[in-house]
């Protein structure tokens, strides 16, 4: 019994393991600034929960295949334990986990212990229950006003905003999400009934997004292309349909959208759209 | 404290009717068996629930007529929609962290031997004990009339997951789906569970600081009184944070209250305050809601999977026939779990607006508590080191949860770290940690304790041949549904979707999704295994005597089932700490916790040297 349970547990074990392994099932490609060193903070901290894991499940299996009922001992070892063992796996863990956590802060600093560059590319999100709205301030780079007493689903006006605002003329609301490749981007993240959490794997980036407060968090995109957008927070009966398109253009073909009018400017996003492919899956 | 002293304050009569004695007992034996039923009843509703939820993921859109039949709104025609699947996910979750993991670990096997670890006759409060009980129960009953009262046709239940963030879950109907009376029956069943964990909370307490035995000194006692004990401090101090909570909660969705709805809000097409559905609100915060729930929510996860540890660390040296490595350490590292687990509710909420400040230090401390488990697990395979071991089938189980505690803990490393936070919060990585460290591992500790003290409890063993089939198929099912989803999560699958076919990058994870499937359900069958086991063996199992297993703790010193003053009037005295095993020179490899002396042999006797080399003693 013993040698079975030991054998299971290695055989187990390694399937987990080579698990991990299989292309296939890995991360996306990554498309942002921050992504390289996260990924490689993923991957270190992965390798050495890798390397506890398995050394913990061969030592349980050596345990239960050698120390298994039989007639060559009577007893089994008196003892107590050994303090010594104790001060030196609790040090030498205590190092490598706070070692790992500590080294986990620098992407989240980079992200998140400053504000966005000056100049950033500036996109204002309001997400509704199943629905996301991306507020463009147009080319006067200013948003105009808005007011939730504004809000008028049934007329399209989804973010309440103030026509009658002399900076919101300019403005578009689009339910797609287009940024610059390589300029830090800027969201101002707010929600209009609950929470919802934008989420793009590839950004290697998600953050909720919260009735009542306006959340600013910054990042930068690398590569051009058409990524899929998803709510990652539970925001009612169709979260899992609440999807769009995060668009990540070329400077000029960028600047290009943002000069046009509002129907324009709804037109051409339907171009790039299809322009661009989705990621080829591995 | 004498003995004697006890008997007189403590002694109550054996009732004699039926309902004193098995339904409204205030036997400590008889209400850990009443919340152990409970939640073999609970974790019924909960895996069957599962069940549906993995149907629905891997084959989407499938009609099943049978849930056409069953439930008409939820899946007309078969086919389950959304809000079904949603419901069906909070309420698996709801009933299983509290219904389940809540009571059999703690109000269960808590209540039937701790007592008798300590040698004492009963709880301190036994009314207060029977009172725990009953309101867990009628919190049961209201979260089962949230299933058929949900206030839609279409849903099980509410929809908000086992956490209900706010402010979906303060709104009202006015949300959708799964928002109405079943949310308001959903938070007062949770309010009234933390009422009844409160009051067993008390009782755990007191018993075990006023109520030991002459000679129990606390660190004479067995490695689960310290985790029971633990367990009910964490319980005492986080369940009062949730009913709190819970009763905001309520207010702002009948009372027209604020704490958790800020002003502003415009939902379903509707203004706040300029409809009657929906009144004016302003000033709430939606963070704050996070905060309560998640300063219970953490220590919960502690709550459930404490009971366990101890059990497994009493069942590892049991059957390994040798005493537990570092028992003192083990003290500690319960302690320092415990403490910490305050510390670091945070973690949950890295991206939820909260301050990035915040974050870090919820992140450093939360890879802090790694650090005690990995002393644990050390001090468990210690244990095993050097054992004689017999595979019982709780034994079994009881290694098995150190292979699961680690398989399931080991990944906090990384959702620990804020930076990696970013990529897989709310994706299946994080489901497949905690199912297989507060879920998986926690329950296969309360297997392993159910075949352990079954034989104490109904004086039959339970049969080992179907207990071990159970076993091997639940250790490899587990697995099978639990890795892969970290796989999916990688990928970046979000949990509480009722559907994946929206998003092309998840395609590639179909053959996953229905292979987790089909382990899910093949596990679930095999616990009817357990189940006809468990029955079966009360009534038809093989006689156990006193001590069946050889073990050294007081509830081995009194008959199986114990009478009902636990020790028919003669309270034991201890002389010596819980697990001594394979004490050199002793007559046998165990030494009951009772023995005055080791009765030596003469030396040089086969079977009586032991081969210990290490006397070190605390």
Known sequence: ?282 | MSGESHEAVHRHPAPTSFIRKYIFSLDHKVIGIQYIMLALAAVLVGMTMSVLMRMNLSWPGTNWPILGTLFPGGAPGGAMNPEFYLSLVTMHGTIMVFFVLTTAPQGGFGNYFLPIQIGAEDMAFPVLNMLSFWVTFVGFIVILAAIFFSGSESTVGPIGGWTGYAPLSALGQIAGPGQGMGMNLWIISIAIFCVGSLLGALNFITTLLNMRTRGMSLMRMPLTCWAWFTTAVLALLSFPVLLGGGILLLLDRLAGTSFFIPGGLYVSGILSGTNPNFPVHTGGSPILWQHLFWFFGHPEVYIAILPGMGATSHILATFARKPVFGYRAMVFAIFAIGLLGFFVWGHHMFISGMSPYSAMTFSILTLSIGVPSAVKTFNWLGTLWGGRIRFTTPMLFAIGFVSLFVAGGITGLVLGQTSLDLPMHDTYFVTAHFHLVMGVASIFGMFSATYFWFPKMFGRLMNESLGKFHFWVTFIGVYCIFVPMHTMGIVGMPRRFAQFTEYEYLKTLHPLVVFVSIAAIATVLVQIVFYFNLFWSMFKGKRAGENPWEATTLEWTTSSPPPHDNFAGHLPVVYRGPYEFAVPGAANDFVMQTQPEIAHQPVGQEGTSGNGHDGHRH
């Open chain 1, 1 to 282: 019994m013993g040698r079975a349970l030991a054998v299971i547990i290695w055989i187990l074990t390694l399937l987990s393991v080579s698990l991990f392994f299989v292309n296939k099932w890995w991360f996306p490609t990554a498309i942002s600034s921050h992504a390289a060193a996260l990924d490689r903070q993923f991957l270190i901290t992965i390798t050495v929960v890798g390397l506890a894991f398995t050394a913990a499940q061969v030592g349980l299996g050596y345990m239960v295949w050698k120390y298994r009922e039989d007639a060559a001992r009577t007893r089994a070892t008196y003892t107590h334990g050994s303090s010594k063992l104790e001060v030196i796996w609790t040090v030498v863990t205590a190092v490598i986990f706070i070692g790992l956590a500590v080294m986990g802060q620098s992407v989240w600093a980079s992200l998140r212990f400053n504000d966005a560059p000056a100049g950033s590319y500036q996109v204002e999100v309001v997400a509704q229950q199943f629905q996301w709205n991306f507020h463009y301030p147009g080319p006067d780079k200013v948003f105009g006003r808005t007011d939730p007493k504004l809000i008028d689903d049934s007329s399209l006006n989804f973010i309440g905003l103030d026509e009658t605002d002399a900076k919101a003329k300019d403005d578009a609301v689009h339910s797609v999400l287009a940024i610059p490749a390589n300029r830090p981007v800027e969201l101002i993240l707010r929600s209009k009934d609950v929470i919802h959490n934008i989420w793009v794997p590839q950004l290697r980036f998600k953050q909720d997004l919260v009735p009542g407060m306006a959340i600013r968090v910054h990042f930068t995109a690398i590569t051009p292309g058409k990524y899929e957008l998803a709510c990652a927070e539970l925001c009612g009966q169709l979260h899992f349909k609440m999807k769009s398109y995060l668009l990540v253009l070329p400077d000029d073909e960028l600047n290009a959208l943002t000069a046009l009018p509002q129907d324009q400017f709804q037109t051409r996003v339907t171009e790039l759209l299809a322009k661009y492919p989705l990621p080829a899956q591995p």
